[in-house]
């Protein structure tokens, strides 16, 4: 039971920075109709942003840990921000007409860029961080197991559950949500009523990329180590979380990376951990041959 406990508590942990990461799939999908596969590498920039806030930190003598790592959520969000901002200006806006084809080929292409530009600019070499969160709790003991929850896991958590709240709120209750939703419906319909459609999915962007920000600094504390290629197999699997839970919906983009999480951590724990992906990868095959708009997703309605 202890041992089952504690893969459930690893698992939930990688579920949250695999949901985080998802949204930013599913929300451009679900306005534009556009797949960001670029989306993996705004992760990745925030993971390095946060290492790089760290080491500035230190440098100036700021060794609360508190302060510090308010600091560095809130610099790496504004800073990641720019770069979400400036792939959908560059990449995305000139070719919204434009077949798919192009958007997709486009992605892989900024995806490509955007880990060479960080591969120069930080060379190739993991970047390690020492643990700036330490301790936690321990119970269910038994000999030498005791199940461990960890305070860094805790604020992992408690720091997505409240994005997660908030975020809900935001697309609920405010003006820009309901603008989101208007150009998700219809974007034609939306800029004929008044909506600003190219601010609406900048504004869009920008929150994707402040979530995998978000994801990168947990990525970051959890493993310590990072390297400019990280962002690929975490897009991957948060583009995998996305169309488990259903492409387009955001309660179902959260669902799937924490499905994604705990069929990790079960399978290394009990089976084989070389095939931890392949079984993650078979999920989604029989969740899509049996349900193929996903868990929470819904068949597109044919607009006439």
């Known amino acids: 039971m202890g041992y089952f406990l504690q893969q459930l508590i690893n698992g939930l942990t990688l579920g949250m920075i695999y949901g985080l990461i998802a949204i930013g799939y599913t929300m451009v999908y679900g306005i ?15 993971a390095f942003i946060s290492i790089i806030t760290f080491l500035a930190l230190g440098l100036v003598g700021v060794g609360w840990v508190p302060l510090a790592l308010l600091i560095v959520l809130l610099a790496t969000m504004l800073l990641t921000s720019v770069y979400g901002w400036a792939l959908e200006r560059v990449a995305y806006r000139p070719l919204r007409s434009s077949p798919r084809l192009a ?28 643990p700036v969160i330490t301790g936690g709790m321990r119970f269910l003991e038994d000999g030498e197991f005791a199940v461990n929850f960890s305070f860094l896991q805790m604020l992992i958590i408690a720091l997505t559950i409240a994005l997660m709240i908030g975020f809900t709120l935001l697309i609920n209750r405010t003006a820009l949500g ?29 929150m994707g990329a402040s979530l995998a920000s978000v ?32 492409i387009g ?56």
Not at 109 to 119: D, E, H, K
Not at 184 to 206: E, H, K, Y
Not at 285 to 292: D, E, K, N, S
């Open 32 to 46: 534009i109709g556009m797949i960001n596969f670029a989306h993996g590498e705004i992760f990745m920039i925030g």
């Open 215 to 246: 994801a990168g600094l947990m990525f970051l504390l959890n493993y310590g180590v990072i390297d400019f290629y990280i962002g690929f197999l975490a897009g991957v699997k948060a583009f995998t979380a996305a169309v488990l839970g259903g």
């Open 178 to 206: 309901r603008s989101q939703r208007a150009c998700q419906q219809d974007l034609g319909m939306a800029a004929l009523i008044g909506i600003d459609v190219d601010r609406t999915i900048s504004l869009t962007f920008i």
């Open 103 to 130: 958007a997709l080929i486009t992605a892989i292409g900024m995806s490509i860029f955007l880990q060479n530009y960080v591969q120069l600019l930080q060379g190739a070499r993991n970047k390690p961080l020492q």
């Open 249 to 304: 919906s955001v309660p179902g983009a959260m669902l799937g990376g924490l499905l994604i999480g705990l069929i990790e951590a079960f399978w290394s724990a009990y089976f084989s951990v070389e095939y931890k992906d392949v079984a993650a990868f078979a999920i989604l095959v029989l969740v899509l041959i049996f349900r193929p708009t996903g868990l929470l997703g819904k068949p597109d309605v044919e607009k006439v």
